[in-house]
């Protein structure tokens, strides 16, 4: 019988245990989606000129996103450039690409959004959304969607198959 050496043994417990906490972080993370799915009736995307080139009335604080109100969308036509529900493949190929989180981890200071994705209930109310600035790689989300919020970062390409077409470009 072969004995291990203690750093062995060590190094053997070390990575089940990081394999068990990767494991169930996954799992308790596809958990979150799976019940924030199951409460959406609709997603709908935005795509919008960066909020920091709306009119100040429009937009008081550029930081703050003010355009969702008692669960409604209240925004200028003049600032849309796409908007679309999605059907129910795509809102498939969004669970899933949300689920796979792959993002980089690097980020600026910039955050000039210009999508939007937002969850509505089954009384058509906004009741979780996630803003995107694909520029810096940053997000701000509804309390409800902050778990995976940093994965919609990771969606670019995804909006472009859906139909999205604007993205960087200037007024």
């Not at 089940?16 to 009736?41: A, G, P």
């Not at 000129?49 to 409604?72: S, V």
């Not at 694909?134 to 909006?159: M, Y």
Request: a positive charge; one cysteine or more; glycine letters at 4%.
């Amino acid at each position: 019988m072969k004995v291990l050496s203690t750093k062995t043994l060590f190094i053997n417990c070390l990575f089940l245990f990081v394999l068990f906490l990767t494991n169930s972080c996954n799992t308790t993370f596809r958990k979150e989606i799976n019940s924030s799915f199951e409460k959406t009736k609709r997603i709908e995307i935005l795509a919008y000129i960066d909020r920091n080139q709306w009119d100040e009335e429009d937009n008081p604080n550029y930081l703050k996103l003010n355009y969702i109100k008692n669960g409604k969308l209240e925004i200028n036509k003049k600032y849309l450039k796409n908007r679309m529900t999605l059907n129910e493949d795509q809102t498939i190929v969004l669970k899933e690409r949300l689920s796979k989180c792959e993002i980089e981890n690097w980020g600026a200071k910039c955050y000039n959004p210009r999508h939007a994705l937002l969850f509505y209930d089954k009384n058509d109310k906004i009741y979780g959304y996630i803003e995107m600035c694909f520029d810096c790689n940053g997000s701000k989300s509804s309390e409800n969607f902050k778990a995976f919020s940093g994965c919609a970062l990771g969606l670019k390409e995804t909006l472009k198959e859906f139909g999205i077409t604007y993205f960087n470009e200037e007024l």
